[in-house]
RNA sequence: GGAUGGGUGCCCGAGUGGCGAAGGGGCCAGACUGUAAAUCUGGUGCCGACUGGCAUAACACCGCAGGUUCGACUCCUGCUCCAUCCA
């Protein structure tokens, strides 16, 4: 369990932490919702579809609200949507989502499960974790579209943003049924847990709006939303997608020192952002940090890799990939965590083992392919040395105390232990 | 159910008988640098230890299966999926 530190914000309203974090994007009444916050301890939401088997950087950003707003005293509901990953979210998306089955939506959804527990505190009711399959998957149609059905104007649903896109390229009833689902979740909650706001990441919004109105018609009782900022570069890309997919949480997925390394190498643009919503810095530090110019900025970035993966992995891990960055690209320290593969010795015996055979069995290419034309490149060293020769066999007497070098291209170092 | 247009490599997208398929994006590598950005250069089917091999070996030769042809992404037939309009 992570602790905020209370030198976080000056504020003493979460809702101005946020603001001032930057997080705050879309209020469905901005007033009323710091009001709110300020005199009562409220119950929150945020939704998270399981459609994935790992949490990424995007989840991430809600966790770290959740997080927020529970040292501020409020509990957050963890909504699994195990129901409603079944229908699959048309926000944002250009093409339908692959079905997926049950089975995997529990598998993912009890793998979300772990990883929040790492964040929150579940204890004695300081949050609560609910599964929107426990209502959804019940539901009568008929009944459904009677009580609930009837208050969603079809017009109006046309309009929203999270369809537009989708209305040029095509929309099935299945996900058009989606944004129904989520308000109806509200609904639920409001009922069960006196729910009285839901966040979410600025894709949500029209699905937020849904759920507020139709806790207004149903109960007649205000209740509210709130968006927060996609995490996206200076130049609105996405952040958090790497070439391999998404930048994930598990440790399995994308290793600490991968991890380390993706907010290591940021750009410049976006280092003060990263620190304010990433880590727990209080603002003056991220201040300070972010106004860093030139080369002088490489130590903020520093700062904000080791916060960021000690959030995620631990301070133990954290240090593990510093000091596996250091070594690697400061030179002097510990290489005891570079990457690394550990091969046994007889392999390197005799002949030994060519290069390009050797580059795609740890994996730093794909195919072989792809090893001879890093090395004609001149993409690849061996203990800091350019290999030129493709068909260099690799031998026991290359060693140095059992530890060969590899770097290919700038950045990607791995290490060959023998034992 | 009918009509029309379309399915091309990671993505977008050209190509209407010689294509291992233009162009762009992405990605990989080189130069420059600060493990940044921008820019410039090269590369990007697979295999491999080489100026070679492979589509009767594959995830992966232009949606799938046949046919015409010396030769098919290109022509023909059937199927399938998607979009638009009509019912």
């Not at 290999?387 to 291209?409: A, I, R, S, Y």
Request: aromatic content about 10%; some cysteine; proline content about 2%.
């Amino acid at each position: 369990m992570y602790e905020i530190r209370d030198n976080v914000s000056k504020h003493t309203n979460v809702y101005d932490v946020l603001k001032e974090r930057g997080f705050i994007k879309q209020t469905t009444h901005e007033e009323e919702i710091r009001e709110l916050l300020e005199k009562e301890k409220v119950t929150f939401y945020i939704g998270f579809d399981p459609t994935a088997d790992s949490l990424h950087v995007g989840h991430f950003m809600q966790v770290i609200i959740m997080m927020y707003m529970q040292k501020y005293g409020h509990t957050p509901i963890v909504l699994i949507g195990a129901g409603t990953a079944m229908i699959g979210d048309p926000s944002g998306r250009t093409d339908m989502r692959q079905m997926m089955t049950p089975e995997t939506i529990l598998e993912n959804g009890e793998k979300f499960k772990t990883t929040f527990s790492r964040f929150i505190d579940f204890d004695g009711g300081k949050a609560i974790c609910e599964n929107n399959a426990n209502w959804l998957l019940d539901l009568k149609y008929v009944d459904f579209i009677r009580d609930i059905g009837r208050h969603f104007s079809v017009n109006r649903m046309l309009t929203a943003e999270c369809f537009k896109q989708r209305l040029e390229t095509g929309l099935s009833f299945l996900e058009f049924n989606y944004m129904l689902m989520q308000g109806y979740d509200f609904l639920e909650l409001y009922r069960r847990y006196n729910c009285k706001m839901e966040f979410g990441g600025d894709d949500q919004w029209s699905n937020i709006l849904a759920g507020v109105d139709l806790v207004r018609r149903e109960e007649q009782e205000q209740v509210f939303g709130m968006t927060f900022a996609l995490l996206t570069t200076s130049e609105g890309k996405k952040m958090g997608k790497t070439q391999k997919g998404a930048l994930w949480l598990d440790a399995e997925k994308t290793t600490p020192y991968e991890f380390y390394q993706y907010w290591r190498n940021v750009e410049d643009a976006d280092v003060r952002t990263c620190l304010s919503m990433l880590t727990f810095l209080p603002m003056e530090e991220v201040e300070e940090l972010s106004s860093l110019k030139d080369a002088k900025i490489n130590h903020a970035k520093e700062i904000l890799a080791f916060e960021v993966t000690k959030l995620v992995h631990g301070e133990e891990e954290a240090n593990k990939a510093q000091d596996a960055a250091r070594a690697l690209f400061a030179g002097g320290g510990s290489m005891d965590d570079v990457p690394k593969t550990v091969m046994s010795a007889e392999k390197f015996d005799g002949e030994g083992v060519g290069i390009v055979t050797l580059m795609a069995e740890i994996k730093l290419v794909p195919s072989k392919g792809e090893g001879f034309r890093t090395i004609q490149q001149g993409g690849l060293s061996i203990d800091g040395e350019k290999v030129k020769d493709t068909k260099l066999m690799v031998t026991k007497d290359m060693f140095t105390d059992g530890q060969l070098l590899l770097k290919k291209g700038k950045k990607t170092f791995h290490l060959i232990e023998l034992k």
